[in-house]
């Protein structure tokens, strides 16, 4: 629930001055309820001073004579940006701009070039003196309002349209302006991260070193080498599960594998990396704006990576996270999966039988992987091709691998420290 509330002050002394509060609840939606707590005096306050901050009447609010003086508290938050976002909003909810399209993408078009795609007036701006490409805007015509947030390799506009058309007329000549990626070095992949922010999802695209499987698929023992490789060659995943599963001890080289994927399907998929996925299945208004309203390039599936996921996937995971485990299955197979080009990745370090049983159903997962640590023949094997002498006698972690073949190169203060903390990433 959201409120306007606007209530007089009961100053006798000064009976014209009126504290005007404006807020929207973060995680607005289409179907949000908006109250005034005041229903004699809110809304006629509210529509003149929305009315004097509109870049259609163009008026200032000093000429607001009736209602006195005002003060705008904005939960949207503090940018002009966010102040033109209440204000758009408003717009919308009055059905003077009843439609709402989103746009992000991962490279920043500059604000010179959005002011000529429709002869805008900037209404409200703010611009970086040091960095031009961060700036946080409201863009104005009579039918067509643009709310752009722009921030290093981020870029998001929310394009309110009095006409239908006209709004998917503008995203499309927008997308045709956001510049290509530049090539990655040898070795590099791009990555998307994404978090949420104020509700939204943001995501931001940089490069990541990705190896080529056959460079380490020594790395994984006999089992998981094979399912691996199985995996890395899949070109097509259409009539398939959409969940994969890499479960094991830390330090067994998960995420080394995903880095490996990432490089591997490149070609055919674009690999988004969570990072705050505790929120993301507990947020609706997140979930919704990652997965639905963000869609990747045409004809290419996406893959979302969920790291350490164990609460959300353990076996008693509505218990713990009420309904996070259901949203997953719903926008991985579900009504709201349908349709999707969408692949779900989720690590964890519980063992397969401690996760919960709609998780691994048949159908549902792609793969179900079980990344454990080398047999003390394959880890004395790794050992040797990476210049170390020493053997194992026991199953041994890559991290533990790594830490050994290493330590004469390492430098140490104090004791010598065989054993790798757990938790540690490869």
């Not at 609840?25 to 309820?33: H, I, K, R």
């Not at 005096?41 to 005002?70: E, H, I, K, N, R």
């Not at 604000?111 to 961060?134: C, K, N, Y």
């Amino acid at each position: 629930m959201s409120t306007l509330p606007a209530d007089p002050t009961d100053n006798a002394s000064s009976p014209e001055e009126i504290d005007l509060t404006l807020t929207f609840d973060d995680s607005y939606d289409d179907d949000d309820d908006y109250e005034v707590k005041d229903p004699d005096a809110g809304p006629s306050l509210l529509d003149q001073y929305l009315s004097a901050m509109s870049p259609s009447t163009g008026a200032p609010v000093s000429d607001v004579t009736s209602a006195g003086t005002f003060s705008l508290i904005d939960t949207f938050g503090s940018k002009p940006g966010d102040i033109g976002l209440a204000l758009a909003v408003n717009e919308h909810l009055a059905g003077r701009l009843p439609h709402l399209r989103n746009f992000m993408a991962e490279r920043v078009v500059s604000l010179s070039t959005l002011i000529g795609l429709r002869d805008f007036e900037v209404t409200r701006s703010r611009v970086s003196a040091m960095h031009p490409d961060r700036f946080s805007v409201l863009l104005a015509t009579p039918d067509l309002w643009v709310v752009v947030d722009s921030a290093r390799r981020a870029f998001s506009a929310q394009v309110f349209s009095k006409d239908y058309q006209a709004g998917a007329a503008f995203c499309a000549d927008l997308a045709a302006l956001v510049p290509p990626l530049p090539p990655t070095k040898d070795g590099s992949v791009y990555m998307s991260f994404a978090a949420c922010e104020s509700g939204e999802a943001t995501l931001e695209r940089r490069p990541i070193t990705a190896p080529q499987w056959s460079e380490i698929e020594q790395n994984y023992s006999a089992g998981a080498r094979e399912v691996l490789g199985d995996l890395l060659s899949i070109d097509d995943p259409e009539d398939r599960g959409r969940i994969i599963l890499l479960h094991g001890a830390p330090g067994t080289g998960k995420t080394t594998a995903i880095r490996a994927l990432a490089r591997s399907w490149q070609s055919w998929c674009q690999v988004v990396y969570v990072m705050d996925p505790e929120r993301l299945f507990t947020d609706v208004a997140y979930l919704r704006s990652l997965i639905l309203d963000t869609p990747g390039p045409k004809k290419q599936w996406r893959l979302f990576v969920i790291e350490d996921a164990d609460e959300i996937i353990a076996a008693n995971a509505k218990a713990r996270t009420g309904q996070a485990l259901a949203r997953l299955l719903n926008v991985s197979d579900g009504i709201v999966g349908q349709g999707m080009q969408a692949l779900f990745l989720i690590t964890t370090n519980e063992p397969v039988g401690h996760l919960h049983p709609a998780v691994t159903r048949p159908g549902r997962c792609l793969a179900d992987i079980e990344v454990g640590p080398l047999s003390a023949s394959e880890a004395t094997a790794w050992l040797e091709s990476h210049g170390s002498s020493a053997t194992v006698t026991a199953p041994t972690t890559l991290a533990e691998l790594f830490a050994t073949s290493q330590s004469d190169a390492m430098l140490r203060t104090g004791s010598r420290v065989d054993s790798v903390p757990s938790g540690q990433y490869l």
